[in-house]
């Protein structure tokens, strides 16, 4: 079975903090994806990536950063952490032309 | 730009009966649609796609989904709902340029034994 894991089920972290999501598949995807989950909103994609070291900006890049040093991992960071970053977070990858495989989702709170 | 629209934040269906989940969408070219589902706590499941072919497409856990090109919908199906299909339901469309997928903002539904 295709895995997408995400490091954190749950983080809590403090304003202004430095947050690292990480996410690895190991299926030797070339796409990865970062979304945003909010109730209401859908999913919103922040960033993506269809190789090592190449990153695009979705639909709400703002606050975020991404890192894909090795194919099989793509890291989310908030430089910077604010409470309307609280949210879910889901990472996925996959050729598009099939389906794309999910995380289990990282929840973050920031207080 | 390519988008899809849920219309529906909630359908309410009993055990037994068919349910019904719609999307619309709104692409310039052909279409490649797709449905997941998200049970709580956890990340999206694929359900089934549309890219080609037959408008009525099978998919897992006996859903199907019915594309219609006229009335640019592509609504979710379940002949008879079980307690068990209650879940977060995402349509979404694949955008080509850049090459990524776009989501509806998700129907809930619950499944009433």
């Known amino acids: 079975d295709v895995k997408v894991t995400q490091s954190s089920r749950y983080l809590v972290k403090r304003t202004g903090e430095k947050v690292f999501l990480e996410c690895v598949q190991d299926m030797d995807h070339e796409n990865m994806f970062w979304y945003r989950q909010d109730p209401g909103l859908g999913l919103r994609l922040i960033y993506f990536s269809y190789d090592v070291k190449m990153k695009e900006k979705g639909d709400i890049p703002e606050g975020y950063s991404v890192s894909r040093e090795k194919k099989e991992r793509f890291s989310l960071i908030l430089e910077s952490a604010s409470t309307n970053q609280t949210s879910m977070y889901l990472c996925?990858?996959?050729?598009?032309?099939?389906?794309?495989?999910f995380g289990q989702g990282t929840r973050l709170t920031v207080v | 730009a390519q988008s899809v629209a849920q219309p529906e934040d909630q359908v309410n269906v009993a055990e037994g009966n068919p349910l019904t989940v719609k999307c619309t969408y709104s692409?310039?070219?052909?279409?490649?649609l797709f449905w997941y589902v998200q049970y709580p706590n956890r990340g999206l499941q694929f359900l089934l796609k549309?890219?080609?072919?037959?408008?009525l497409v099978k998919g897992s856990y006996g859903f199907e989904a019915e594309f219609n090109k006229s009335q640019t919908s592509f609504h979710l199906k379940k002949p008879s709902a079980l307690v068990s299909d209650s879940a977060l339901y995402f349509c979404?469309?694949?955008?080509?340029?850049?090459?990524?997928?776009?989501f509806g903002t998700g129907t809930r539904l619950q499944v009433f034994p």
């Open positions: 549309y890219i080609t072919g037959d408008n």
């Open positions: 979404a469309v694949r955008d080509m340029t850049p090459d990524k997928l776009i």
């Open positions: 996925a990858s996959g050729p598009l032309n099939t389906e794309a495989f």
């Open positions: 692409v310039s070219g052909n279409p490649y």
